[in-house]
């Protein structure tokens, strides 16, 4: 229980992080999402009506240009959502000194580590496509073998964007920098960073039923138009709370890296707190 405290805290004092320099901090997840649907968009698109889709052309899901296509989905995606990702703990450092931020300053850290960024997109995504691969063809034994070492991998890569903003390492050496932290330090990154997640979801679900109890019941009346409004804002609200997450979520592992390779707590953290959360057990 000690340790689900802690990371309650932990959580807690990352969102009061977020809330004084709320505004920068949340762009970028917000960017990551809308680069991300352009950058789909731009390839599917004139993917698609090359091959006549839109003219009702037959789809051959054997197509090689198909899986080029989703080859370039992926790792452009993934490459956008690490770009930010860094940008995002750049910025979030200087919170945590007590610096005012700017979103420009985000992009320009992030384009300092540009090498880097690319290193680790390539080996992120080439690992999890070929994790992917795997689970889609081998049996059951096989897919649980696949499930826990994607879970390894998730949690040796924990650490690897603070490591990209903070130093600049290239892919193999912040895995392995990320590794070894993990596994001198492991403690509450996890219960932290499932704190986070269960938070969200329990925030998620209650937006959802309220959200769908007021249209349901606005249509019960014969009111369809402010029906329509309550799912709109709905789906406003979980939009925003998963960009939310997403800013808590890195927040949290710059500052849990920071103390974890200095022993001093970031500003807006409690250091006695990391100190019980990292003795070793």
Not at 86 to 105: N, W
Not at 174 to 203: M, Q, Y
């Amino acid at each position: 229980m000690g340790s689900i405290k802690r990371g309650w805290a932990l959580t807690g004092q990352s969102w009061r992080v977020l809330k004084s320099d709320l505004s920068p901090l949340m762009i970028f997840p917000l960017l990551s999402t809308v680069f991300a649907i352009l950058a789909t968009a731009a390839i599917w698109a004139p993917t698609l009506i090359v091959r006549g889709v839109f003219d009702g052309q037959q789809v051959d899901s054997r197509d090689p240009i198909f899986y080029i296509a989703g080859l370039a989905t992926a790792y452009l995606s993934t490459f956008i959502a690490i770009f930010f990702n860094v940008a995002l703990a750049a910025c979030a450092v200087r919170s945590m000194r007590g610096e005012d931020t700017k979103v420009s300053e985000g992009v320009i850290a992030a384009m300092h580590r540009l090498g880097p960024i690319l290193g680790w997109t390539f080996v992120a995504t080439t690992v999890g496509l070929i994790l992917r691969a795997l689970e889609e063809r081998l049996p059951l034994l096989g897919k649980i073998a696949v499930w826990l070492t994607g879970a390894a991998w998730a949690i040796a890569t924990f650490f690897v964007v603070p490591v990209v903003a903070l130093e600049g390492t290239g892919p193999i050496a912040s895995l392995k920098r990320s590794a070894a932290v993990v596994k001198a330090r492991w403690g509450e990154s996890a219960t932290g960073a499932a704190t986070i997640t269960v938070v969200i979801w329990l925030v998620s679900i209650a937006i959802v039923v309220a959200g769908a109890g007021g249209a349901i019941g606005f249509l019960a009346i014969g009111q369809p138009v402010l029906a329509a409004v309550v799912v709109a804002i709905t789906v406003a609200a979980i939009i925003i709370v998963s960009l939310i997450s997403s800013a808590l979520g890195q927040i949290f592992r710059v500052a849990v890296y920071q103390y974890a390779v200095s022993g001093q707590a970031p500003v807006g953290f409690d250091g006695q707190l990391l100190q019980a959360a990292f003795q070793r057990r």
